[in-house]
């Protein structure tokens, strides 16, 4: 997916200790924690959070440390500006490297243990579990109680596994509905709002539509399930176990999803991002179901609004999925005090906004995203609002087995007003299952 541009978080400090180093060629044996007692011995590369009480002790950045931290370039001249405030504040020098954000958590599983990966990394909550699993990360111990305080749940939530915070919620995102203002004159506020809109707007010949959204992906239609009392893993998206793309409520969600093809006329399939966002542009779209990520390709195009998910039938607010990018502190750096200082550093609220405005992504922060300089801006207030009726996708490893095969099944069900739902979503299920068997048996 594209992804719009940058935010921040700040945390305060207090009182001073030493920090002790592992050899070089693995993770720091003491896991990268400031504590004032020996370093503890650890055999393994997999960090541990045993001594977040230290909180509230001042954390200083190691003799000597200078990091390295990957971004994407287009964020390059705010990191910059941040780096230089780092280093006077620290004494600490901060160099940047271009990757992009998809391609960090596969590069620091090669890099890492040979000691080429960044300092400090960064990537979206859906990663996460991967790079724990692999003992890649340190806890966000020493500075968790303050990174919990200036961040929303559900940033905490998505930048946590197994129960420890890692990252340091850098921005958040999830989809929301852009409307071109030359075609909408009221705004809907319901699912059949658009519905009545769209039957009188589209022509399919026309190649006009009153809604696009790309109808094959669960996570645009996610709404549809979890509304309805669907998901996609128990326990709040973290048992594997238990799969609830084919209760009752999804089966039911998908069923008014097969409805809508109505209004939207076309093969799922031939929906495609780069379909909807020309035809937007064009003005042949009134509604336009997209993220953050996409405002960019809009501006100087079209003039054009942004809103919250129409509510379900029933009156509840639509419930997306949202995505969290945080940073995090490679377990094999050799200097953890300064890479934990910078990546709280670069998410204060005042770096937070520093990011909005040099680079327009909505901040994690929660006093920088409350700032009237955010709250008060036209486009991305839809966003907030909609991130408020948000759940984190979910970020255990097994996720990854989920989306082809509901892709799978929702264009099925999409395609032919006919198909019988529950027989796609049970095919679908089974396909999961059997892909998770066979991972867990290798």
Known sequence: MKTLKRKGLLILMAALLTFTLAACGGANENNGKTTNTETKTNNTNTP???????????????????????????DFEYLESVAADFKTKYNVDVKFEHVAAPDQADRLANDAPAGLAADVVMFAHDKLGNAVEAGLLFPNDVLEEQTKASHPEASISASSYGGTLYGYPKSVETYAVFYNKALVKDLPKTWDDVIAFSKSFTDNSAKKYGIMWEARLLFFNYPFFANKGGYIWGKDNTDPTDIGLNNEGS??????????????????ENITWDVKTQLFTEGKVAFNIDGPWAISSFKDKVDFGVIPLPDQP?????????????????????????????ASFLTNKENALKGFQM?????????????????????????????ANSV???????????????????????????????????????TIQESLASTAAK
């Open 314 to 342: 029933d009156g509840s607010k639509s419930i997306s999925l949202s995505g969290v990018r945080s940073y995090y502190v490679n377990s094999y750096t050799k200097y953890p005090n300064a890479a934990k200082l910078f």
């Open 392 to 430: 984190p996708m979910p970020s255990i490893p097994q996720t990854n087995n989920v989306w082809t095969p509901m892709e799978g099944a929702i264009t099925k069900i999409w395609n032919n007003k006919t198909q019988d739902v529950k027989a796609a979503l049970d095919e679908a299920v089974k």
């Open 48 to 74: 541990t959070n045993d001594n977040a009480s230290t909180a509230t002790e001042e954390v200083v950045p190691e003799e000597g440390a200078s990091l390295l931290v990957w971004e994407e370039s287009t």
């Open 251 to 268: 089966i039911e969600g998908a069923k008014y999803l097969q409805s809508l093809a109505e209004i939207l006329p076309l093969k799922a």
């Open 359 to 387: 680079t327009g992504m909505l901040p994690s922060n929660k006093d920088a995203a409350a700032d009237p300089l955010i709250t008060n801006d036209p486009i991305l207030s839809g966003f907030i609002q909609q991130f």
